[in-house]
């Protein structure tokens, strides 16, 4: 809403919330009635309420919630009673109850925040609460060596920057040293793979010597997250690769937003690469893509060595596609076509099957403004799913162009089947490519199709 709605609003909210506290007798309906009235501007209002979730939790201090919440309800009060000191205070004891559930500290920081400005103070104190950031890392080819300087460098760079959650691959020995420091400093590790592990190890990572192997084993055998964004039984592509790299950006700032923290990105530079491009994929390929994006870099410079690459380059009949199913009766297939630009960007031929267009785009951005345009034009009814994918391109003018084939066509059809009208669910993968080309859009996770995470927009 406009500034000069959101007051009714907030108030209109707040009555909601108090009568579901009403109902309940439930601090949660409480806190959150007391703190929609100061945003309201209703102070007195919202100082009543206030005092009255804190005498719920003198009564009941071990009502059925988490002792995180219990005490970060009580903290939330003492602020909006003007009691900073004291809410300070308690907000570091809930924190100290669950140091890690940063998943619960990030709203409850995000509604501080938002109180703290209403009440006219600065939120400068609250950021000794916020999470650990995220990194996507990655690392040049030519970076062989092992060095105690290089490793010293990157382990000062992850505890200066308070990282927390590490996204990237082990396509180099750079890589490998990354993901050693994280684990070691006790980051959360998410790995990204073009192929299956075995496949992976098989197609490259074996080839920088049995040492290098042992390593890349050893750190899949410490119980970190992998996940494989190509089909399981493919091999190793330079598309596969560059999806990877993509979805590994793309889900350090997903976890950034939904931890209301930061994303970073550290490469590791062989001397002399900074002016190098790269082909897709790579550290230089993934350097520029993040920069273009205007989030902040962390650059380690390091030796030079023979370059060392995991992935084979050049064409191999796989493309990387995203691909949009728009579930609408026939009858409006018209519509649809004129609600896409001539730039729009379609990738192959539109595709009609189970009562669902699919399209074919080269990006996630390209599918993105598509969709928009498309809810824009055909109404709050219409369902949209997405997924973004390696699929196999058979170039055949006999049927009018490129026949794609693989999950990166097929899943979204799948997602659709789940779709409420008006809603525009899309995979992980998806969503994380679209992060790695932008910040800011946060979608929401909404369940699992097969083990693939499905999020809303």
Sequence with gaps: AEPAARPALFAKAAEAYAAAGALSGATFHLINAASLWRLAGDAPASEAMARRVMASLDADPNEPET???????????????????????????????????????????????????????????????????????????????????????????????????????????????????????????????????????????????????????????????????????????????????????????????????????????ADGAADRAGTAGDAGWARRRWAGSGRRQLVVPAAAGASSPVVPPGADGRRLVASLAVGVAPEIVDRVGAALSPDAGLAAPAAWAVGSLLLIFATPEAAERSARALRTALG?????????????????????????????????????DGVPPGAWHVSEIFAAGLAAARAGDRPIPVGELAGTPILAF
């Excluded at 799913?385 to 009018?400: D, I, K, P, R």
């Excluded at 026949?403 to 979204?412: I, K, W």
Aim: charged share 20%; no cysteine.
């Design 67 to 269: 002792p995180y919440w219990n005490v970060a309800t009580r903290a939330e009060a003492l602020l909006l009673l003007g009691r900073f000191d004291e809410a300070q205070k308690t907000l570091a004891e809930a924190v100290a109850t669950a140091p890690r559930a940063y998943e619960d500290h990030a709203p409850t920081l995000r509604q501080f925040r938002l109180l703290t400005e209403a009440l006219g103070r600065d939120a400068g104190w609250l950021a000794a609460f916020a999470p650990p950031r995220s990194l996507h890392f990655t690392g040049d080819a030519a970076v062989t060596a092992d060095d105690a300087a290089l490793r010293a460098a990157v382990r000062t760079r992850l505890a200066e920057e308070k990282i927390g959650f590490g996204f990237g691959g082990l396509a180099t020995p750079a890589d490998l040293v990354v993901a050693e420091e994280l684990l070691a400093g006790g980051a959360e590790l998410d790995l990204v793979l073009p192929a299956d592990p075995e496949v992976f190890r098989a197609a490259g990572v074996g080839l920088l010597g049995e040492a290098w192997a042992a390593r890349y084993d050893a750190l899949l055998a410490a119980g970190v997250e992998v996940r494989v964004v190509g089909e399981p039984a493919a091999p190793v592509t330079a598309a596969g690769a560059q999806l990877a790299a993509e979805v590994a950006m793309g889900l350090a700032e997903l976890r950034a937003g939904a931890l209301q923290t930061e994303a970073l990105q550290l490469v590791i530079q």
């Design 380 to 416: 709050a009814s219409v369902r949209l799913a997405a997924h973004y994918g390696v699929a196999n391109v058979t170039e055949t003018a006999s049927l009018g162009g490129p026949v794609l084939a693989g999950l990166a066509v097929d899943l979204p059809r799948a997602i659709l």
